[in-house]
């Protein structure tokens, strides 16, 4: 490639001259290419080492002057033919130009020129983008596809110099991160060291040091575990590459592949060696850290921070902190952990001003909001760059009508006022709720109005007022006063600070009365539905009615949620809960409905109208509990990974005995999914879940730590599972919450409790305090990233788990061996998962469906199964095998849709590996007949009849509507709801019967599809080592087959006469015959109920008789030997030069387009054909050859028996195609639509 003119001071160091002219100098590096010696080693291992760019280009063109001792870089290259195009190039177009100057000067002045101009027109089609990355990464990112072959569509993350261990000596070189691969490269005094590893494989990824390898990171896979060191930034390193495994992890849970986000703002100045990319995860990075800090919408994007102090009223301080700044909020977190968190919605904001610097407070800003509420930050380095951003982000935020993110919803609220935290005085004890801002709109849900669209059930179904009157009431109010004293203080709605004060009345369980209205504000689903105005209602509207199989699911649950409480005992309280899932499985299909979601859901709706629900229930699902309700609840079991981690830290004597018994799988799941609703006693769990919304899954993790402390003794004397689960729910229907002013509702799991002791009640309260005091260490920030390590080991876990059950499912029937499956699984997969990548487009990755049966999830289609079939099958054709891949393809596609999944591929596999000789040859048949064989080669499928006769297009038509009837349901079941299991096990069960077919089932071959077959085996035979016995053995073959053809055709073109009068006439001349189209039934009749060794001895005794009928037959005579025979186009003189070869044939060599038929190979039953594919001689429709006649030919062949009953090991196959796949190959020359399918 061209190169920017670099200036080069030592041009003959390390160099070796090959071509040279006055103005231009072509070199070789020293090692590369042949020889090379020691200073080649050197040279090799220096490059590597220093990252030279000569690693990418072995060659280089300098242009240089006489009395210059300067050269200039003007091109590169990775191989001899790039390198000489760019020379030729100089010396055609500027050796006479450059002739002309005097001045040496204006020489090089003119050629920097020159190459500028041509590098200015290479790139100008380049996509813009590519033109963020600077210059020294992309020669890295060149270097990496030249290095491991990867293709244009492979982006560099980034590249850094490490060493890698191998065994105990370490290899220095380069490791490069890119998007879908960790690769590293070394070349040291002649050993090299290629690794690539897809991040989809890895199984671990660990930052540790020991005594043998110093701070090193471990990247494990299945198979293998790899140590790399000497990094100059590890954490940034390892930061990186648990980002790029977790988007892989991603990839594998839910299809999301990796975008690049283009909307990213452009650095203010150029960044040294990062690439657009890297830039782009740190900013994912960065927001995800923002969004899940401040709990604030999934699309919601960090603009910028920075340092500052903010005035705090409640305890006049100036806090020191970090502002936050994004497209619709201002967010502001102190250093001190607790000290104060505060979030801004911008729609809130009215003024922003900057006030009077002082000594005292520098660079201070203003904050209005509409609640009356004033925020003074100080000491802010940019001060007039942060107001000129807000004030942009302020004008794209209308003050008219609520700001909606989701522009479908055209719902516009007249007055935004009503959505906004209200505007009374904070000061006030009775202050609007922001609950009851929309509980004053009539919201219809299709039937008119609902009383659940404006309030909580609990206040509808509020039962006993005398609990309100008592000590409790009383304690109650206490609780209501001191939260009206907090919202007096630190503010009201989504503008409050948050210390540590609030933590301590919430810990202290949060008042009936206020509940909805304080989930909302710190789960952050009020900012989410105070800007969807109306997203529910719509939702409700449109899932009316609308029935698929997470409705029926519903349905099924609907009354098992908290039957106990009398909210649910009747239609009202049922229609809400209905409405609130039903909605919600239609916003969100990937999740659509999973147990565990009611019971949550039923809890807020008690305190919540059905709007305010749905939302809590959004931010629960989507948010605060990632993962967690999708059909392999993923989310749970990556924490309890999490929590069995910090068993073993906090709980050591303990952790081993839970391993044992197996106990913490069996909890975790149970606690976690339902935030302990369904094993605690409700009042007890509802103060849970007041935690949970403020602290996040840690308080979960603290409090179950609690529970297994408190009961550690009895646990460590358990000796099974069963008993450790009942100590468990004994204790925990014992915790009690005495505050509590609703009645008791009684608690299903109270049945547990036995025995004659009285059981010691718990104090909720006490419990909590008691997880706070052992256990409040834990941190946010360290969950997520142990989120992370388990998240690896869950997805590999589950996929493994997948493999194991699809190698089961298709082992029943395939005659590969369990391991063999399993690797095949694995590149059946992997090249899926390529197509997701590599792709054009996204097609790949939409037609995998998580709610379908492992089976189906993971289908290819025909550009991606030639590739797999190319380097697995043992019947190589060379360039024939894309043909004979094509055909086998249709062959397995039973329904027609393009792709096939894992049982089809095996099942084509195993017919080429597995079986005997008949087995076999019983595949390569079925190849050459429709729906194998291609219509472009048989001219269309509607025309088969011309190749068929009537017989086997009856057949086929037969197959096909059993077929179109088998697939019918499924397209039927496809368009309205997720396929039922049942549906997959009749329809293998179905398959299952359908394979009992017998050699006399397959319909007879017409002479066109023979042609076909005698083309694929002798491409088959091109490259064996014993290819010239092939040829002959296949010769002798097909010749007699043709012979057979003939001897079939004779009978069939006479079927009324009787066999004496067949004898009799044997001699004669059969032209006389009629010339209609004969029927398959007559050759079935005439040629099928014969023998397999009369057919052989006929054709033998007639042999003679035909040629003599063909000889005295006159050519010219218009009536031909039957319909379409080539023996109607020749003259006399043509027949007479035929007739020294063998006549027994209609079909030439010529006419199999063979060009790896050797020269002196002769097919031996070849009359006259060589010319009468001169003048294009037409396929005889009444010829026609039957399986078994086939069959019966080869087995007089010894060559042909071998080599179909020679034995292939597919495993070795499969290590072959792994080292070819990742073998060094030029990006320019890699054809990227074979790697994206």
Known sequence: MWLGPEEVLLAGALWVTERANPFFLLQRRRGHGKGGGLTGLLVGTLDVVLDS?????????LHQTQDSQVYWAVACGSSRKEITKHWEWLENNLLQTLSIFDNEEDITTFVKGKIHGIIAEENKNEQPQS???????????????????????????????????????????????????????????????????????????????????????????????????MFLNINETFKLM???????????????????????????????????????????????????????????????????TLWTPF??????????????????????????????????????????????????LSISTKSKMTFFFANLKDRDFLVQRISDFLQRTPSKKSCSIDREWKWNVPDASSEEVPELPSSSPLAVSPTSGLSHRPVSFCAGQVPTASQGLLKLFRRNSEELSGPKGAKEKMKEESWNIHFFEYGRGMCMYRTAKTRELVQKGIPENLRGELWLLFSGAWNEMVTHPGYYADLVEKSMGRYNLATEEIERDLHRSMPEHPAFQNELGIAALRRVLTAYAFRNPTIGYCQAMNIVTSVLLLYCNEEEAFWLLVALCERMLPDYYN????????????????????????????????????????????????????????????????????FILQVSLAILDANMEKLLQCCDEGEAMTILGRYLDNVVNRQSVSPPIPHLHALLTSGDDPPLEIDIFELIKTSYEKFGNLKADDIEQMRFK??????????????????????????????????????????????????????????????????????????????????????????????????????????????????????????????????KLKVLYKLHLPPALNPEETESALEATSYFTEDVTTEETQEDKGRRNENGPEKEEKGTSPQDYRYYLRMWAKEKENKKETIKDLPKMSQEQFIELCKTLYNMFSEDPVEQELYHAIATVASLLLRIGEVGKKFSNRPTRKSEDCKANSGQDPVSEEESPTSEQSQ?????????????????????????QQENQTLGDGSGEGQGSPLQLLSDDETKDDMSMSSYSMVSTGSLQCEDIADDTVLVGCEGSSAAARYGSTIDTDWSISFEQILASMLTETALVNYFEKKVNILQKIKDQKKVERQFSSSSDYELSSASG
């Not at 283009?262 to 900013?283: E, G, H, M, Q």
């Not at 079935?1084 to 003599?1108: L, M, R, W």
Request: charged share 25%.
């Open 53 to 61: 760019s000569a690693r990418v280009a072995p060659y280089r063109i």
């Open 131 to 229: 033109e963020e990355d600077p210059g020294k990464f992309k020669e890295a990112e060149l270097k990496m596809r030249k290095q491991f072959g990867m293709p244009e569509v492979e982006k560099l993350v980034n590249y850094y110099s490490c060493s890698y261990w191998k065994g105990r000596v370490p290899r220095q070189g380069w490791l490069y991160l890119t998007v879908n691969h960790l690769c590293f490269y070394s070349f040291l005094l002649g050993k090299e060291v290629t690794l690539v590893i897809q991040w989809v494989d890895v199984t671990q990824l660990e930052k540790n040091a020991t005594l043998l390898f110093p701070e090193c990171i471990k990247v494990s896979t299945r198979d293998s575990e790899l140590y790399f060191s």
């Open 242 to 308: 648990e980002q790029l495994a977790n988007i892989a992890m991603r990839q594998l849970l839910d299809n999301e592949s990796f975008l690049q986000d283009k909307s990213l703002p452009k650095p203010r100045r150029p960044l040294k060696n990062i690439s657009a990319l890297k830039r782009d995860l740190d900013a994912r990075a960065k927001n995800e850290c923002y969004r899940a800090t401040f709990r604030l919408p999934k699309d919601e994007c960090l603009d910028g921070h920075t340092d500052c």
């Open 315 to 364: 305890n006049k301080m100036h806090i020191p902190g970090q502002m936050f700044v994004s497209n619709n909020y201002i967010c502001f977190a102190s250093r001190a952990e607790e000290a104060c968190h505060l979030i801004i919605p911008l729609r809130e904001v009215t003024i922003v001003e900057k006030a009077d610097s002082s000594s005292v407070l520098p660079s201070p």
């Open 631 to 698: 059909t392999r609840v993923v989310g749970a079991l990556v924490d309890q990974g999490i929590f069995e981690e910090l068993t073993r830290e906090y709980l050591p004597q303990l952790s081993e005995k839970m391993q044992d018994l197996g106990v913490i799988s069996t909890i975790s799941l149970s606690w976690f999914l339902t935030l302990f609703l369904s094993v605690m006693p409700f009042e007890s769990a509802v103060v849970i879940v007041d935690c949970f919304f403020y602290e996040g899954i840690k």
């Open 790 to 919: 388990q998240r690896l080991k869950v997805i590999q876990s589950l996929e493994d788990t997948a493999k194991k059950s699809v190698v089961r499912a298709v082992s029943g029937d395939i005659g590969f061996t369990m391991e063999e499956l399993e690797e095949l699984y694995v590149v059946f997969k992997a090249k899926y998962l390529m197509s997701c990548y590599w792709g054009n487009n996204r097609a790949a990755a939409a037609r995998r469906d998580q709610s379908l049966p492992y089976l189906e999830q993971y289908r290819i289609d025909m550009e991606q199964f030639k590739e797999l079939f190319s380097s697995l099958t043992p019947w190589a054709c060379g360039a024939h095998t894309p043909v004979l891949a094509g055909r086998l393809f249709r062959l397995l596609d039973e329904n027609r849709d393009s792709l096939i999944n894992f049982k089809e591929f095996v099942t084509g596999m195993s017919g080429m590996y597995h079986g005997d000789l008949t087995e």
């Open 1084 to 1108: 079935n009749s005439a040629v099928e109920q014969q023998p397999q060794a009369d057919h052989e001895d006929k054709a033998n005794v007639d042999a003679q008789p035909e040629k003599t």
